[in-house]
Antibody
Framework: QVQLVESGGGVVQPGRSLRLSCAAS????????MHWVRQAPGKGLEWVAI????????YYADSVKGRFIISRDNSNNTLFLQMTSLRVEDTGVYYC?????????????????????WGQGTTVTVSS | EIVLTQSPGTLSSSPGERATLSCRAS???????LAWYQQKPGQAPRLLIY???SRATGIPDRFSGSGSGTDFTLTISRLEPEDFAVYYC?????????FGQGTKVEIK
């Protein structure tokens, strides 16, 4: 059974850093792209970042570009999100989600199967 | 960035009724890259529909998706008690993903 388990959340002051992890099991991790998606308290879902299956490409939402870095360790089936210069508005639950694709080249991937498996989320609170 | 606008914001319905949820995009979206999710309080989202109309694994056939271009619809043919939740549409294009703001389906 495929499982994604996030960890690393906590309470941090504005301007500080935090690193989130997402451990995958029951799946060939290196065959999938991986997303981070977040949800502020009482709000909707916001896409944060994606990393290609092999780590070759990474894309970010404008709200986190230049502050967050997504990475992965395929040998240990783990996804990461390094968050720096944290702001109060970064507060929320952070989910990792799997991104199957039908085709990938060096330029583009067809992520046409949605985000099909999600972790339970880890909570980040940015507050002074 | 493509903006997705969902309507209505809240839908009050009774079990057994049909529910129709709308998702409108600010510019054309490929059907291949339009998905719908269900989220219940305290839970992670769950994929319902991908490719605008394909049901994800294990999703009951009372859930169906349709649409193209800028207008997409999620239909729940007969609401079951477990279907009362928040529903999000999501699109992918130009290496960016966006979600709609959500539609809450509540019990009337």
């Amino acid at each position: 059974q495929v499982q994604l388990v996030e960890s690393g959340g906590g309470v941090v002051q504005p301007g500080r850093s935090l690193r989130l992890s997402c451990a995958a099991s029951g799946v060939t991790f290196s065959n999938y792209g991986m997303h981070w998606v977040r949800q502020a308290p009482g709000k909707g879902l916001e896409w944060v970042a994606i990393i290609w299956y092999d780590g070759s490409n990474k894309y970010y939402a404008d709200s986190v570009k230049g502050r967050f870095i997504i990475s992965r360790d395929n040998s240990n089936n783990t996804l990461f999100l390094q968050m720096t210069s944290l702001r109060v508005e970064d507060t929320g639950v952070y989910y990792c989600a799997r991104a199957p694709f039908s085709y990938c080249s060096s330029i583009t991937c067809r992520y046409n199967y949605g985000m099909d498996v999600w972790g339970q989320g880890t909570t980040v609170t940015v507050s002074s | 960035e493509i903006v997705l606008t969902q309507s209505p914001g809240t839908l009050s319905s009774s079990p057994g009724e049909r529910a129709t949820l709308s998702c409108r995009a600010s510019q054309s979206v490929s059907r291949s890259y339009l998905a719908w999710y269900q989220q219940k309080p305290g839970q992670a989202p769950r994929l319902l529909i991908y490719g605008a109309s394909s049901r994800a694994t294990g999703i009951p056939d009372r859930f169906s998706g349709s649409g193209s271009g800028t207008d997409f619809t999620l239909t729940i043919s007969r609401l079951e008690p477990e279907d009362f939740a928040v529903y999000y549409c999501q699109q992918y294009g130009s290496s960016s993903w966006t979600f709609g703001q959500g539609t809450k389906v509540e019990i009337k």
